[in-house]
């Protein structure tokens, strides 16, 4: 049991990080367009992380790394802010909380597990907290960040499932390692046709790049991988409904943002959603 409680925490580490992307990418890089930073947060870290690990796939893990690179990574990260950069980080927030629903029906497809009841109903309550957290009433919709949010989470939702499937032989730093550096290498080609010419960037462009990539992508993807393999899909996803609640917390610590009684219940039906999604299954 004590194992099982400090996989959730070190895994919920991640998402909490995570929940500073929309406060350091609208604040500290503004003029960067969203492929370019998810490439120059993807990249740098795996290769730092193969550095460390000195480890290159074989066989079946060369195009296996690719595939999860390109889920979990590119083009998850490509989605990801081109939602931050075209929604109000509320709505955004709210399209990705759908993440955890989307995995427990796919876990059930591709891992034959049982679609349990309390799964569902966790990732609702988790998803109702979110919009009570982060909408509000002049939240405006973009059709194309809305469905940019939504085929992010699909994206990561599957590779989530497939990375768990596949059950990579090499530790999980290792794994991580290629799966950022397959990831960042497929974004090369498409920043460089698609993409405007990267401003000069500033330091505190460049502060806010260290963080996305060796703190909010080498370390937190880590911590996450190796989540994904220890505990249930839709325990982990779960955690994910942490993101949201982190970026209103840091919105209000550093923004002057204010918390009213709709937001105080929707951080009640989040950490509500996360208990109910850590319960073991019974017999378990």
């Given at each position: 049991m004590?194992?099982?409680?400090?996989?959730?925490?070190?895994?919920?580490?991640?998402?909490?990080?995570w929940?500073?992307?929309?406060?350091?990418?609208t604040?500290?890089?503004?003029?960067?367009?969203?492929?370019?930073?998810?490439?120059?947060?993807?990249l740098?870290?795996?290769?730092?992380?193969?550095?460390?690990?000195r480890?290159?796939p074989?066989g079946?893990?060369?195009?296996?790394s690719?595939?999860?690179?390109?889920?979990?990574?590119?083009?998850?990260?490509?989605?990801?802010?081109v939602?931050?950069?075209?929604?109000?980080?509320?709505?955004?927030?709210?399209v990705a909380?759908?993440?955890?629903?989307?995995?427990?029906?796919?876990?059930?497809?591709?891992?034959?597990?049982?679609i349990?009841?309390?799964?569902?109903?966790?990732?609702?309550?988790?998803i109702?907290?979110?919009?009570?957290?982060?909408?509000?009433?002049?939240?405006?919709?973009?059709?194309?960040g809305?469905?940019a949010?939504?085929?992010?989470a699909?994206?990561?939702?599957?590779?989530?499932?497939?990375?768990?499937?596949?059950?990579s032989?090499?530790?999980?730093?290792t794994?991580?390692?290629?799966?950022?550096?397959?990831?960042g290498l497929?974004?090369?080609?498409?920043?460089?046709?698609?993409e405007?010419?990267?401003?000069?960037?500033?330091?505190?462009n460049?502060?806010?790049?260290?963080?996305?990539?060796?703190?909010?992508?080498?370390?937190?993807?880590?911590l996450?991988?190796?989540g994904?393999a220890?505990l249930?899909?839709?325990?982990?996803?779960?955690?994910?409904?942490?993101?949201?609640?982190?970026?209103?917390?840091?919105?209000?610590?550093?923004?002057?943002q204010?918390?009213?009684?709709?937001?105080?219940?929707?951080?009640?039906?989040?950490?509500?959603s996360?208990?109910?999604?850590?319960?073991?299954?019974?017999?378990a």
């Amino acid at each position: 049991m004590r194992t099982h409680v400090s996989d959730i925490a070190l895994t919920a580490i991640a998402p909490v990080i995570w929940g500073s992307t929309y406060i350091v990418t609208t604040e500290f890089l503004q003029g960067f367009s969203p492929l370019t930073v998810a490439l120059l947060r993807a990249l740098p870290a795996g290769l730092i992380l193969l550095l460390i690990v000195r480890r290159l796939p074989k066989g079946i893990w060369w195009w296996r790394s690719f595939v999860l690179g390109g889920l979990n990574i590119s083009f998850f990260l490509s989605m990801l802010f081109v939602a931050a950069y075209r929604l109000p980080g509320g709505v955004a927030a709210t399209v990705a909380a759908i993440q955890p629903l989307i995995v427990v029906f796919i876990a059930a497809l591709l891992l034959k597990t049982a679609i349990r009841p309390v799964a569902v109903v966790a990732a609702l309550v988790g998803i109702a907290g979110v919009a009570l957290l982060v909408l509000t009433p002049q939240a405006a919709l973009d059709e194309v960040g809305v469905a940019a949010g939504l085929a992010g989470a699909v994206s990561m939702a599957f590779g989530n499932v497939l990375a768990r499937k596949w059950k990579s032989p090499e530790t999980m730093l290792t794994s991580t390692a290629w799966q950022l550096t397959a990831g960042g290498l497929l974004l090369i080609p498409v920043v460089l046709v698609f993409e405007p010419s990267m401003p000069v960037p500033t330091v505190p462009n460049l502060l806010a790049l260290c963080w996305l990539s060796i703190i909010g992508a080498a370390l937190t993807y880590a911590l996450w991988f190796r989540g994904v393999a220890r505990l249930e899909p839709a325990a982990v996803s779960a955690l994910l409904f942490l993101s949201p609640l982190t970026a209103v917390l840091l919105g209000w610590v550093f923004l002057g943002q204010t918390l009213n009684a709709f937001q105080a219940v929707g951080i009640l039906f989040v950490i509500g959603s996360i208990w109910l999604s850590q319960r073991p299954p019974r017999g378990a």
